[in-house]
């Protein structure tokens, strides 16, 4: 393993979304001087011009968030779901009828989600970092190359250093993972997803509402207070990504009626927050989630339809299952980027990952789709579930992150 002159040991992490951001964050607390984290990302000083985008946190994450000190920095930002209801609709029907409603509450006073802007997340997990001794190098890594029990790593800048490990939390279209000729399992819905952020005049209690119109699942996510009109909402608009291009052209009073008429009249006048943007599909699931001195994390080794706003919280789910494994074999005096360490955070990650992905792929194509049968077979198994308390609260605990048995940091425990 390489050990700098003062005797540390490095880690790489090439990404500096939220996945990235946490991992090294995690690491850096747990591990303190004897590892230097390094955290490579070409847009990691960069403030991101309009960002529309907000999650569904689940209370597992939100559990390591809070481990990590970073969830009481913003919980003034996040908004609690407390409620989730589910509709089969047209955008034709006047009335939209509910199939399905959960209580927001994995237990008592803990809802099982929170809402979050990008943003704010991802700026204060960059000042967690900067506090706790994580360099932020505002560059990417082109390559690695394993030699003699080291990563070498080359950044986009031609600077070399070597590693124990490399983490690559560079997204779904990784390059770090086509370099290690990691395989990808995967496929494209010719859906993209709609992401906005609508103000409206009445309040929206945290309910989050799901109707599943033909084209795809119309979302409305609750937010923190605030906007022009007092109260604010998120929204997912799944559409045939051949219908997207004209959508995105129309100005802003016109897409606003055309969300208007999928939104409802329920919450009042709305109006447009933020700027209209697109995100393009897919499901896939890498081979393999390490290598030698390499580990994929996140979206770099899984991505998944939005329609259960669980990407993240897999990703986020990675996180505690790495920085675990990683920080074990440290405190054992164990190489942390060999393969024998690696692959206990892979058999930790595949089954949960793959179970998500055919989960929210079975969703997407049972409910993306207008035909009779199909809709009366699908209104009777929401209806079924909704009558089921125990089933409901199976699915809430998967929602949560919190089925099965955990990794400490998601059950709030410290490494
Ligand atoms: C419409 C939509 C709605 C969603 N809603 C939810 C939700 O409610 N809940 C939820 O859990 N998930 C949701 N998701 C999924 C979620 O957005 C992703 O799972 C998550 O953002 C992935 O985070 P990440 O850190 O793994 O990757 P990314 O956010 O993609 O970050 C990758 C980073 O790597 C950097 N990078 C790329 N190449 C290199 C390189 N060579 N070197 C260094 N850095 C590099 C990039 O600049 C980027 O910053 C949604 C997704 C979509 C499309």
């Known amino acids: ?40 990302d070409p847009t990691v000083n960069a403030v991101p011009k309009a960002d529309n985008r907000a999650y569904a946190v689940a209370a597992g994450a939100r559990s390591m968030l809070e481990t990590l000190g970073v969830w009481d ?18 955008t034709t029907d006047a009335v939209r009828p509910v199939f399905l409603t959960f209580d927001g509450e994995v237990e008592p006073g803990q809802p099982f989600a929170h809402m979050i802007e990008n ?11 900067l506090r706790v001794g994580v360099e932020l190098r505002p560059v990417g890594v082109r390559r690695f190359l394993v030699e003699d029990e080291t990563a070498e790593i080359v950044f986009a800048d031609g600077t070399r250093e070597q590693a124990a490990l490399l983490v690559a939390a560079d997204g779904a279209r990784s390059k770090l993972r086509e370099q290690a ?18 103000g409206h005049e009445r309040p929206h209690h945290g309910r989050a509402v799901e109707h599943f119109l033909p084209s795809g699942p119309f979302a409305i996510l609750p937010l923190a207070d605030g906007g022009k009109l007092g109260h604010r909402s998120s929204i997912v608009w799944t559409e045939r990504t051949d219908n997207v291009a004209p959508l995105l052209s129309l100005d802003r009073e016109d897409i606003l009626a055309e ?6 009249l329920e919450l009042g006048e709305i109006a447009l927050e933020s700027p209209v943007s697109a995100h393009p599909l897919g499901f896939g699931v890498a081979r393999r989630f390490v290598d030698d001195r390499l580990a994929l994390l996140g979206d770099a080794a899984h991505l998944i339809h939005p329609i259960a706003g669980q990407g993240l919280n897999l990703g986020l789910k990675d996180v505690a299952a790495l920085a675990e494994t990683i920080v074990d074999a440290a405190r054992l005096g164990l190489d942390p980027g060999t393969l024998d360490v690696l692959e206990s955070y892979e058999k930790a990650r595949r089954f949960d990952t793959v179970a998500m992905g055919a989960v929210t ?3 997407n194509r049972l409910f993306s789709n207008d035909a009779t049968p199909l809709r009366l077979a699908r209104d009777l198994g929401l209806g079924l579930v909704d009558r089921l308390p125990g089933l409901k609260r199976f699915f809430i605990r998967e929602a949560a992150g919190l089925a099965g048995a955990p990794p400490r940091l998601l059950r709030g425990e410290v490494l």
């Open 259 to 264: 969300i208007e008429t999928r939104f409802g």
């Open 1 to 40: 393993m390489a050990v700098a002159p003062d005797g540390s040991s490095r880690i790489v992490i090439a990404g500096g979304g939220i996945a990235g951001l946490s991992l090294a964050l995690a690491l850096k607390q747990a591990l303190g001087a004897t590892f230097s984290i390094v955290l490579a």
């Open 73 to 90: 920095a913003i919980s003034g930002k996040t908004q609690a779901m407390t409620e989730m209801v589910i509709s089969d609709s047209r």
């Open 361 to 363: 792929d079975g969703l």
């Open 181 to 198: 000729g990691i395989g990808w399992v995967g496929w494209d819905y010719g859906q993209s997803g709609i992401v906005a952020t609508i």
């Open 119 to 129: 943003a704010v997340l991802v700026a204060e997990l960059k000042a967690a970092c």
